[in-house]
């Protein structure tokens, strides 16, 4: 009967494969965890693991502190809630793209998801860490298109994250700083992120990963947010490259002084009818996110994560010196105009942009009619975006040894409002993690050699420092004097996007960022 028993699992498995083997129960720092097979293939998910004490109550506005330990296995086998957050109106384009089916909400929130294909922890991987974007305001690590497993299969131990968002993360105030033992307060989305980092270089050789090869990257808010990691000596040794897609700390993301963030907090306190931070810390978490999901809070200088602007920072060479590779996309500006953009409107918004300077950027940018307005606008987003990945590769390597790579992703993602969208502000995400299935388009076969060519490029700079390799088209490093990017579209080969006026413009209006 046993010898049967075995010639019949022998059959099975030579007409099904190999079984998915089960996940091995890990010791971190805090216990023993476990996780879950990915479908299909050899890699192993663990999900939803905390890497930081629940924010409530008296810890709402307060740095994360270490998480508890505890007792038995930590089945890490589903996603935690997400940060608290107003999603997106349903059947809006970023609902629809990214957000899709609304996930659980909650302030106890600070958890992590790691994918990883190592068979042991003796050949160590190199670590990717995954900071995504949405203003400061929304998303999760959790979203279908953050999905590890191509990641993973590649030979990278893939890491995601929640982190505290809007008031919950960024609020400053007179009387939080006043309790601080570092005089500070607000940034604590981005200090979230730094504990992340800490929890990586602790626990990450349990998973196979290798905590002195880490390499952060992000998008939108989340590449702003690296920009800043990169200048804050919080994180020293912590990450040895980084990746920022279509983001800065001179695009999205840009800071404000300590003060002008407390006055902003103190009008935001006084209109919720209190003056008190001890008496907001008793507001349930979803009423505090209904009375203030209209305003808008950003990430402040606050003397301890960030004790200085960005660009001076860089300038003076005193962020980490460490490889870079960012870029932008072609069409950034489609999803982030209002539908009722027409030339009146959009003149408007460039005098109250750029005030004096604003008739220099008219020049550049036809805007009689509507259309042409439209189209400027759009144009507009797609320099400045494209600006700020040459301005933060420019800077970083005049001051270090070490090189940048610079990318403009211009394909197309086929089928929904593509004439209208084109190569749109975070289209590019789905071919780096490959997660094209996760998104509902009539994906082409092009697509799919796009997302392998780039997840590679992406996989041989988190390995080596440097997106090269043999097998792929050539990536020249940045050269400030040729200003050359490698395009990623139809065609696979170095341009030259910005033209010296669109830089000029855009180096005066931010040779020194309008920090207020």
Known sequence: MEQFFYSVLSILFLFYGVADAQPDTLRIDTGLVTGVSESGSTVHAYKGIPYAAPPVGDLRWQPPQPPTTWEGVYHATDFASTCMQKHPPKGSFYQVEFFQEPEPMSEDCLYLNVWTGAESAENLRPVMMWIHGGAFSQGSGSMPTFNGNAFAKSGVVLVTLNYRLGIFGLLAHPQLTAESEHNSSGNYGLLDQVAALQWIQQNIDAFGGNPNNVTVFGQSSGAGSINKLMASPLTKGLFDRAILQSGSAYTFGKTQALEQAEQNGETVTKLLGTSSIEGLRSWPASKLLDKTSQFSFRPSIDGWFLPDEVYSIFEEGRQHDIPILAGSNADEGTTLRGPKLDAKIFTNIIHQT???????????????????????????????????????????????????????????????????????????????????????????????????????????????????????????????????????????????????????????????????
């Open 354 to 516: 750029y005030g004096e300077d604003a008739k220099n950027f008219l020049a550049l940018y036809p805007h009689q009619t509507d259309q042409q307005a439209r189209n400027s606008f759009n144009k507009g987003w797609r320099d400045e975006m494209a600006w700020g990945a040459h301005t933060l590769a420019r800077i970083h390597t005049k001051q270090h040894s070490q090189k940048a790579w610079l990318y403009y992703f211009s394909n197309v993602p086929p089928g929904r409002n593509s004439q209208r969208y084109g190569a749109f502000h975070s289209a590019e995400i789905a071919y780096v993690f490959n997660t094209l299935t996760a998104v509902d388009r009539p994906w082409q076969k092009q697509d799919h050699q796009l997302a392998d060519l780039m997840r590679s490029y992406w996989v041989n700079f988190a390995s080596e420092g440097n997106p090269n390799s043999k097998q792929l088209p050539k990536w020249p490093p940045y050269d400030a004097r040729e200003r050359k990017v490698l395009e990623l579209g139809n065609t696979i080969e170095p341009q030259i996007i910005l033209q010296g006026d669109v830089l000029e413009f855009y180096n005066k209006q931010y040779v020194r960022p309008k920090e207020e």
